[in-house]
Structure formats: C-alpha cells, structure tokens
C-alpha cells in the first residue's frame, strides 16, 4: 500500500495503480478509500461494466441498496451477466421490491447455472417471506450443485421443517449442524429434540 500510495502521487493519471491499490483496500476492508479508487479509475473508463459491477458490491456490503441497484443497473446495461444480476436481485430485495428480486435471481440462474449463490440467496429471500415451498425449490437445485453446502442444507431443513415435514427437515438440520452450521442446533433444539428420524 505505501509504495502504491508513492507511485499514485507521482503517476496520477495511471488507472492501473489505482486498480491494483483498491483491492489492496479491499483486502484491508477500507471500503471508502476502495471507492475513492474505483471513481478516479471510472473517470477514465466510465464505461468498464467490471468496475460498475465492483462499485455495486461495495455498495451492496455497505447496504446502501439504491447506490448498489444504480450501479448494477448501469453495468447490466454494459455486459449483463449472472453476477450482475444477482447483485441487482440482493439490491431490489432489500428495497423491498421481492418480485423483481426473484426476477434477477432467475436471470443470473439462467446466465450461469452452476453459480451456487443465486440459488441460495432466492431460497433465503423465500424463506425470509415465509414461501417456503418456491425456497425449497431453489435449495434443492443449490444441493444438486453442492450435495454437502451447509447453508443449504441449513435453510432447507427450516424450510422444511416449517412445512412440517419434520423427519426431512430434521435429517437437514443435523446434517447442516455437523458440517459446521453452528446455527442449526437452535432449530434441532425447537423442531427435532427427541424425535425419531
């Protein structure tokens, strides 16, 4: 970082350097100085639809879901991808507009079905609105992806054991728990404690 910081001071106009110091942020977790980088850098290429896309994310860990959703929108406009689409489906969710939500998920799946993310992301989004049938439906293809993801696993044995189908949610539950899904044993405790399955 010091010696990016000296060749930034004497090579301004250089993008790359600039590039290159907004991962080290990044990787720093400095978010406000990964912006101010990402700016000077989208001043010379304003239409580098990876950089949009990188602003977006930023945006998105930050929960500042309008910036993240008119960034996304601007890189879709560019190259439209399954990363792009789902960062808009994150965006719109959280702007509590879930129909457009589920809409990017569906286009991301479409674009890149082996991306494992939007999978699960639609699956909590249904969850979270208490639809637990259409969570379940992406669950179970983010398992055909991932037989042994624990987030997935975790979120459908709620789902299921919310439809009470409690002998398969259980058997997610525990399955999720000793994977390292701490979380499960809250739900193993309230739906699964003593059963037989």
Known sequence: LSDLNKFVNIYPEFPQAR??????HKELGNSEKQLVDLAEALHSQPSNPTLLKWRASIYLDEDKFALAKKHALLARLLADDAETEM???????NLGDADS??????????????????YLY???????????????????????LDPRNSSALFYKGIA????????EGCRCLRKAFYSGMDDASDYLTEYCFGKEN
């Not at 590039?19 to 080290?24: K, Q």
């Not at 960062?87 to 969710?93: D, E, H, I, K, Q």
Request: glycine share 4%.
């Open 19 to 24: 590039l290159l110091r907004a991962l080290v």
């Open 87 to 93: 960062y808009l489906g994150v965006a719109y969710y």
């Open 101 to 118: 939500a589920f809409y990017c998920m569906d286009q991301a799946i479409a674009q890149d079905a082996t991306l494992l993310p939007p």
């Open 122 to 144: 639609a699956g909590t989004f249904g969850l979270e609105l208490e639809d637990f049938e259409r969570a379940l439906k992406y669950l179970d293809l983010a398992l055909m």
């Open 160 to 167: 299921l054991a919310e439809l009470d189908r409690l002998d």
